[in-house]
């Protein structure tokens, strides 16, 4: 072998520009004309030569520089690429940076602007907080397969159908925002994930509903003029759900029209549209009594401060004996509509909140039918007043 350490500080200092001198071991020094120096080493390895920068003078020392040489000649003596294997390393230190929180939070950033109230609420990440991130968040995203998915997920997959349905999706979103960073991910990881998971044996119960012939005899009962009374009957009056009424606040209210602020709605990706609620008078009347009890403007306020909690009217109703909850309200409504009257699916839908046809449809029809509701929702305060059983007709 070539004598080593052919070079002292001194004439490395003082090479001249243009010329390139060897040290031994392959390693060798370039002087540029321009004044500037950098290592390069020369090794032959499978019988090819190859040829590897090591850095410029002005960074790495001569010691230094024979240190790394040494590495290499070392990997060749295996039988490995120093370079390849410098390339392989990079990769390696590259996929530590990126783990799957700091992407997670990086794709979150990205779609703020597509989810109501840019994500506020924390409904986009809790999936991932609550059931990913604490096994998987430490993992380099382009390391994480179908297994490891599988894992994390399996223990929710058949009791928590729909979070781990959420929590699999945001997975997805994770992995192709990685791959539009330039990551080498496993684009199809959750796929296959589903497929080792198999199809989930969860099924899906609603929220148990008072039949919509039996609303009546209940709304009427609601005569004690409380909180919660009251409270229950605007809920069933409007069939909205019990956030926004919970919150409903007197500015909301212009003459008999409630706007519901666009960020209170679920269901809705643009937060930036409210939805009007059409008021009939006997909602109008629950609304003046319910006022004596405002605080801030509030409409029901709680005992000690801020609104009636959600549980409020659920635990009225479990207290009567009742297997119906506060929401199912909404379908003894949507019942009553298909059942009792020849309202239109469209009509009775936009009751709801719910958004009505395709992209292109929801374009051109720029009307939330509020007259029409408002004759539909006088005739669901009717019925719930005076039990009325005959077919209600709304295009009278």
Request: with cysteine; net charge positive; aromatic share 6%.
């Amino acid at each position: 072998m070539p004598s080593l350490h052919k070079l002292t500080v001194k004439e490395v200092q003082s090479a001249k520009p243009g010329t390139k001198v060897s040290d031994g071991g392959g390693l060798w020094l370039h002087k540029r004309k321009d004044g500037g120096a950098q290592w390069f080493q020369r090794v032959t390895v499978h019988g090819r030569r190859r040829e590897m920068g090591l850095g410029s003078v002005s960074d790495v020392t001569l010691k230094e520089a024979r240190e790394h040489a040494e590495a290499n000649r070392a990997l060749v003596r295996k039988g490995i690429d120093p370079i390849k294997e410098r390339e392989r390393l990079a990769r390696e230190a590259a996929r530590n940076i990126h783990l799957l929180k700091d992407i997670a939070e990086d794709a979150f950033e990205s779609r703020k602007a597509e989810l109501k109230g840019d994500g506020r609420a924390g409904r986009w990440m809790s999936p991932l907080e609550i059931h990913v991130l604490p096994k998987l968040g430490r993992v380099p995203v382009a390391d994480i397969d179908q297994r490891d998915i599988r894992d994390t997920l399996a223990p929710i997959w058949h009791t928590k159908a729909d979070t781990a349905k959420k929590a699999m999706n945001r997975l997805g979103i994770c992995l192709r925002h990685a791959a539009a960073l330039g990551l080498d991910v496993d684009l199809q990881a959750t796929e296959k994930a589903k497929a080792l998971l198999g199809k989930s044996r969860h099924k899906p119960t609603n929220l148990p509903a008072l039949h919509w012939t039996e609303v009546p005899a209940f709304y009427q009962s609601l005569d004690a003029g409380t909180v919660t009374h009251l409270a229950l009957r605007l809920l069933i009056l409007t069939a909205v759900r019990s956030k926004p009424l919970r919150f409903l606040h007197e500015d909301q209210i212009e003459g008999d029209v409630w706007t519901i602020p666009g960020e209170a709605m679920k269901g809705r990706k643009d937060a930036t549209i409210d939805f009007r609620v059409p008021l009939s008078q006997e909602a109008m009347s629950v609304i003046q009594e319910a006022t004596k009890f405002k605080r801030d403007g509030f409409i029901f306020p709680s005992v000690r401060k801020g609104v009636i909690s959600d549980a409020t009217m659920s635990r009225y109703m479990e207290r009567q004996k009742m297997n119906a909850r506060p929401h199912g309200f909404r379908s003894s409504f949507r019942t009553w509509c298909a059942e009792a009257t020849d309202a239109p699916k469209e009509l009775a839908e936009t009751c709801l909140g719910h958004v009505v046809g395709n992209q292109v449809e929801r374009a051109y029809r720029r009307t939330d039918l509020l007259e029409k509701r408002r004759v539909l929702m006088e005739r669901w305060a009717s019925y719930l007043t005076k039990n009325a059983g005959s077919l209600v007709r709304t295009n009278s």
